[in-house]
């Protein structure tokens, strides 16, 4: 990983910066029966221009779906690399800072971090303390390694609710770009018809047509192309479900 961030800023590692900032999660504490969301943020950042980010995770109880950098809350910054490894229990961002000099304040959830049960229990959520001898968490416009504190959340997964309804929950992330996940509940055996309309009703994609589903708790990705494989443009849209005789919908943002 040093390597990367190496080639990416061209500069070398040297002596360790007097500054310190930190790193928190937010919630601390949820409970959840199925997915939840965790904000990152950074506070007493100083001529920061690379951000290492590692996260562990209890793989054995939740699994990261999506990791959402919001842009607008680090100025400048683009994110360099992404690397998710459920497997491991783990995942790891690089954001680098595209103009020169560094970036120096504070950035309120700029990473919106999704996860999903896989079985009921507790789960630490924990950012990897920075080593200065392997991968920096953060690196100034020098190339110097900058001391940062970090943080660890909970989440406690509880068992599954019955399934009595058919219904549509909130597809996540949202806004979203490049791809979503529709979650929907099956109550009984039925045909399921799951599509997307913008806001002038016109169908955009026929995500699910008519395939038969048993009770249970079902997902459908979205990568926001319509049905000729062009990407949707910026936006809102409506994504309409049918099964066991009830049609429900709910609102997707795709933020481009």
Same mark, same amino acid.
């Given at each position: 990983?040093?390597?990367?961030?190496?080639?990416?800023?061209a500069?070398?590692?040297?002596?360790?910066?007097?500054?310190?900032?930190?790193?928190?999660?937010?919630?601390?504490?949820?409970?959840?029966?199925?997915?939840?969301?965790? /904000?990152?943020?950074?506070?007493?950042?100083?001529?920061?221009?690379?951000?290492?980010?590692?996260?562990?995770?209890? $793989?054995?109880?939740?699994?990261?779906?999506?990791?959402?950098?919001?842009?607008?809350?680090? @100025?400048?910054?683009?994110? &360099?690399?992404?690397?998710?490894?459920? $497997?491991?229990?783990? &995942?790891?961002?690089?954001?680098?800072?595209?103009?020169?000099?560094?970036?120096?304040?504070?950035?309120?959830? &700029?990473?919106?971090?999704?996860?999903?049960?896989?079985?009921s229990?507790?789960?630490?959520?924990?950012?990897k303390?920075?080593?200065r001898?392997?991968?920096?968490?953060?690196?100034?416009?020098?190339?110097?390694?900058?001391?940062?504190?970090?943080?660890?959340a909970?989440?406690?997964?509880? @068992?599954? @609710?019955?399934?009595?309804?058919?219904?549509?929950?909130?597809?996540? @992330?949202?806004?979203?770009?490049?791809?979503?996940?529709?979650?929907?509940?099956?109550?009984?055996?039925?045909?399921?018809?799951?599509?997307? &309309?913008?806001?002038?009703?016109?169908?955009?994609?026929?995500?699910? /047509?008519?395939?038969?589903?048993?009770?249970?708790?079902?997902?459908? $990705?979205? /990568?926001?192309?319509? /049905?000729?494989?062009?990407l949707?443009?910026?936006?809102?849209?409506?994504?309409?479900?049918?099964?066991?005789?009830?049609?429900?919908?709910?609102?997707?943002?795709?933020?481009?």
């Amino acid at each position: 990983m040093l390597k990367k961030l190496t080639i990416a800023i061209a500069v070398t590692l040297s002596s360790t910066s007097a500054f310190s900032a930190s790193f928190t999660l937010s919630p601390h504490s949820q409970e959840t029966h199925r997915t939840c969301t965790i /904000d990152v943020s950074a506070q007493n950042l100083v001529d920061v221009r690379g951000i290492d980010l590692e996260i562990t995770f209890d $793989k054995s109880v939740v699994s990261c779906s999506s990791v959402q950098f919001v842009k607008n809350t680090l @100025p400048g910054f683009a994110e &360099f690399y992404r690397k998710i490894d459920n $497997k491991a229990g783990s &995942f790891e961002v690089v954001l680098l800072k595209q103009a020169s000099g560094g970036y120096s304040g504070h950035a309120k959830s &700029f990473l919106v971090l999704t996860f999903e049960e896989v079985s009921s229990g507790a789960a630490h959520i924990r950012i990897k303390e920075s080593h200065r001898s392997s991968s920096p968490l953060l690196i100034d416009h020098a190339g110097s390694s900058i001391e940062a504190t970090v943080d660890t959340a909970l989440v406690n997964a509880g @068992p599954m @609710p019955a399934l009595t309804v058919a219904r549509l929950h909130q597809n996540y @992330p949202n806004p979203f770009n490049p791809l979503t996940t529709i979650v929907f509940d099956v109550s009984s055996r039925s045909p399921v018809h799951l599509k997307i &309309f913008d806001v002038n009703g016109r169908l955009v994609r026929v995500l699910i /047509d008519g395939t038969e589903y048993g009770i249970g708790r079902w997902e459908q $990705k979205w /990568d926001g192309k319509n /049905d000729e494989g062009a990407l949707a443009q910026s936006g809102v849209y409506l994504c309409v479900y049918e099964a066991c005789g009830r049609r429900t919908s709910t609102k997707l943002v795709i933020l481009r």
